[in-house]
T-cell receptor, first 112, second 112 residues
Framework: TQLLEQSPQFLSIQEGENLTVYCNSS?????LQWYRQEPGEGPVLLVT?????EVKKLKRLTFQFGDARKDSSLHITAAQPGDTGLYLC????????????FGSGTQLTVLP | SQTIHQWPATLVQPVGSPLSLECTVE??????LYWYRQAAGRGLQLLFY??????ISSEVPQNLSASRPQDRQFILSSKKLLLSDSGFYLC???????????FGEGSRLTVL
């Protein structure tokens, strides 16, 4: 079973629409990271959230860390074709010696 | 500035042949180094990580091995490839355990 579950797995929307991607776990995380990956390239970090309830904004992207630090969401406003990509959340359970664990990913396609 | 490079970018190998993927980091010292494998459009599975020269930790049992002969060099190897070894392999580095991961360009391996 995946430590971090992302939903939806696939999302195809029209340019200008809003969307939300979810990253859920039964474990508590000390921090969560969100990455975006384009085809044939490595993922690139978008944001790190560390405090329960924290909200961070990056232009049209809004990231939220759940109060209990078990989940996170990524909301995109007025999506554009350039937002197309694979969105990955990643985190390490609190108090764990484990390395960073990645979610299963959400493949977003924004159609012009 | 720091850079990370991995090669080759694409590799097609017959079953039973050996494998060597190389990764080098420049502009930093004593990085944490990682090898991930990614199935098409999905999350990343950590294969190996290293916190120093000659120190390799394996996350999952498999047909692959890793070595770190120099501070900024990380090599992924196999003596005999299996069909199931096909995938997209990503090398990454971080300055510390909880830090941002910086990924290489990826190596796509097809085993026939």
């Amino acid at each position: 079973t995946q430590l971090l579950e992302q939903s939806p797995q696939f999302l195809s929307i029209q340019e200008g629409e809003n969307l939300t991607v979810y990253c859920n776990s039964s474990s508590v995380f000390s921090s969560l990271q969100w990455y975006r990956q384009e085809p044939g390239e490595g993922p690139v970090l978008l944001v790190t959230v560390v405090t329960g309830g924290e909200v961070k904004k990056l232009k049209r992207l809004t990231f939220q860390f759940g109060d209990a630090r078990k989940d996170s969401s990524l909301h995109i406003t007025a999506a554009q074709p350039g937002d197309t990509g694979l969105y990955l959340c990643a985190g390490r359970p609190s108090g764990s010696a484990r390395q960073l664990t990645f979610g299963s990913g959400t493949q977003l396609t924004v159609l012009p | 500035s720091q850079t990370i490079h991995q090669w080759p970018a694409t590799l097609v190998q017959p079953v039973g042949s050996p494998l060597s993927l190389e990764c080098t980091v420049e502009g930093t010292s004593n990085p944490n180094l990682y090898w991930y494998r990614q199935a098409a459009g999905r999350g990343l599975q950590l294969l190996f990580y290293s916190v120093g020269i000659g120190q390799i930790s394996s996350e999952v049992p498999q047909n692959l091995s890793a070595s770190r002969p120099q501070d900024r060099q990380f090599i992924l190897s196999s003596k005999k490839l299996l069909l199931s070894d096909s995938g997209f392999y990503l090398c990454a580095w971080s300055a510390h355990r909880d830090g941002e991961l910086f990924f290489g360009e990826g190596s796509r391996l097809t085993v026939l």
